[in-house]
């Protein structure tokens, strides 16, 4: 990865894709970082397999997702669409127009291991309100607030 102090290169491309099949040959990167889609779309697998397909041996792929806690499986109805609709709110979307498929961090870190990537690490925190007004993201707590009732989860894995 570049460092911070690194300018923007004139080769960087963007390219507009289907998540489903990327334009890209087989193993072509080096990192695959899926940030806040798999929660909001069907056919999970589908895309975990394509950016795996376009991994090379050895690749970091980083996923950051909405997760809801384990000890909320419970209420995981209630958790959902209480999520749901604060993701719908601060995204300034329709609500409902996004599925809102929640996992905990521990469901996640197993749908990523059966698609046939190697855990390396993961690590949870909670955001809220507190965060879209202006407060500090490097004093985020590791423990739920009424200021942060939600839990966002960053896992890393590697293509064997």
Same mark, same amino acid.
């Given at each position: 990865?570049?460092?911070? $102090?690194?300018?923007?290169?004139?080769?960087?491309?963007?390219?507009? /894709?289907?998540?489903?099949?990327?334009? +890209?040959?087989?193993?072509?990167? %080096?990192?695959?970082?899926? +940030? %806040?889609?798999?929660?909001?779309?069907?056919?999970? $697998?589908?895309?975990?397999?394509?950016?795996?397909?376009?991994?090379?041996?050895? /690749?970091?792929?980083?996923?950051?997702?909405?997760?809801? =806690?384990?000890?909320?499986?419970?209420?995981?109805? &209630?958790?959902?669409?209480?999520? /749901?609709?604060? $993701?719908?709110?601060?995204?300034?979307?329709? +609500?409902?127009?996004?599925?809102?498929?929640?996992? #905990?961090? %521990?469901? !996640?870190?197993? &749908?990523?291991?059966?698609? /046939?990537?190697?855990?390396?690490? #993961?690590?949870? !925190?909670? !955001?809220? =309100?507190?965060?879209?007004?202006?407060?500090?993201?490097?004093?985020? =707590?590791?423990?739920?607030?009424?200021?942060? =009732? &939600?839990?966002?989860?960053?896992?890393?894995?590697?293509?064997?």
């Amino acid at each position: 990865f570049p460092s911070h $102090d690194t300018k923007p290169s004139s080769e960087n491309k963007f390219v507009l /894709g289907n998540a489903r099949k990327l334009p +890209f040959a087989e193993e072509s990167f %080096d990192a695959v970082c899926v +940030f %806040d889609v798999m929660h909001h779309t069907e056919g999970q $697998d589908e895309i975990i397999k394509e950016a795996k397909r376009v991994l090379k041996k050895g /690749g970091k792929f980083m996923a950051m997702e909405d997760t809801v =806690p384990y000890k909320f499986q419970s209420s995981r109805g &209630f958790i959902t669409k209480l999520v /749901g609709l604060m $993701d719908d709110l601060f995204n300034k979307q329709p +609500f409902g127009v996004n599925p809102h498929n929640y996992r #905990s961090p %521990d469901e !996640w870190e197993m &749908f990523f291991h059966d698609l /046939g990537l190697k855990f390396s690490r #993961s690590e949870s !925190w909670y !955001w809220g =309100p507190a965060d879209f007004m202006g407060a500090s993201r490097d004093t985020r =707590p590791q423990q739920r607030t009424l200021a942060r =009732p &939600f839990e966002a989860s960053f896992f890393k894995f590697l293509k064997p």
